[in-house]
């Protein structure tokens, strides 16, 4: 099976930049995304590491170490509209159809 | 633009009483899943379809089902519904992975989400 943990809760000050941590077990998996959710809304799709390094898109950056069983997300210069829950997820390998398993989630909260 | 539909946004229904939540999408998707969401946790996967093809989790209860009559639209049914069916219903669908093992480094795992329905039992 498949278990991504994440802490639970972030706080940070705006403008300044925050780590998310995701350490996985899983027996295999194509790659390891990570979604935004608001309050109350859907998740949407940030970014996507397939192999191990760093992934940039504009203020968000994520890393995958699949030595390390362990990924993380960045975002820098951050604004209040970031405050909101974030999620890795991963798509096994076995399973097939792109099955996703979600992380634990971390909710984030940007203060002034 | 293309995108992922659900309707309604907001359901109320009464315990026991059946309830059906639609989804559609524009996109052309062979993939389409139900997710369920309680308050303050992650997504839970209840079912999901490549084309026709249906794909149960061995932990979803039995008063959830789902139709799929056509690529566009994708139903759940909650025969009866239960106070701890009080939840939001997220709809995504996403597209084939490439069978030449290429697709990953596309990220097609990627999940189009719909907005949701959030579901009230009283």
């Known amino acids: 099976g498949q278990s991504l943990e994440q802490p639970s809760e972030v706080t940070a000050v705006e403008g300044a930049i925050v780590q998310i941590n995701c350490t996985y077990q899983?027996?295999?998996?194509?790659?390891l995304s990570w979604y935004q959710q608001h309050d109350g809304g859907a998740p949407t799709f940030l970014s996507y590491?397939?192999?191990?390094g760093l992934e940039e898109t504009g203020r968000f950056s994520s890393f995958l170490s699949r030595s390390d069983s362990y990924g993380y997300l960045l975002l820098q210069e951050l604004q209040m509209k970031d405050s909101a829950s974030y999620f890795c997820?991963?798509?096994?390998?076995?399973?097939?159809?792109?099955?996703?398993?979600f992380g634990t989630g971390t909710k984030l909260q940007v203060i002034p | 633009d293309a995108m992922v539909i659900q309707n309604p946004r907001y359901q109320v229904t009464q315990f026991g009483k059946p309830v059906t939540l639609s989804c559609s999408q524009t996109?052309?998707?062979?993939?389409m899943y139900w997710y369920q969401q309680k308050s303050s946790q992650a997504p839970k996967l209840l079912f999901h379809?490549?084309?026709?093809?249906?794909?149960n989790e061995a932990d979803t209860p039995d008063n959830f089902q789902s139709r799929r009559p056509n690529t566009s639209f994708c139903f759940l049914d909650i025969r009866s519904p239960g106070l701890g069916d009080a939840a939001m219903y997220l709809c995504?669908?996403?597209?084939?992975?490439?069978?030449?093992?290429?697709?990953?480094?596309?990220?097609?795992?990627?999940?189009?989400f719909g907005p949701g329905t959030r579901l009230t039992v009283l």
């Open positions: 995504a669908t996403s597209r084939d992975r490439d069978p030449r093992g290429l697709a990953e480094l596309e990220g097609t795992d990627t999940q189009y």
């Open positions: 899983t027996s295999g998996f194509y790659g």
């Open positions: 590491n397939a192999l191990d």
């Open positions: 997820a991963v798509s096994p390998l076995s399973g097939g159809y792109q099955k996703v398993t």
């Open positions: 996109l052309n998707h062979n993939v």
């Open positions: 379809y490549y084309d026709k093809d249906f794909n």
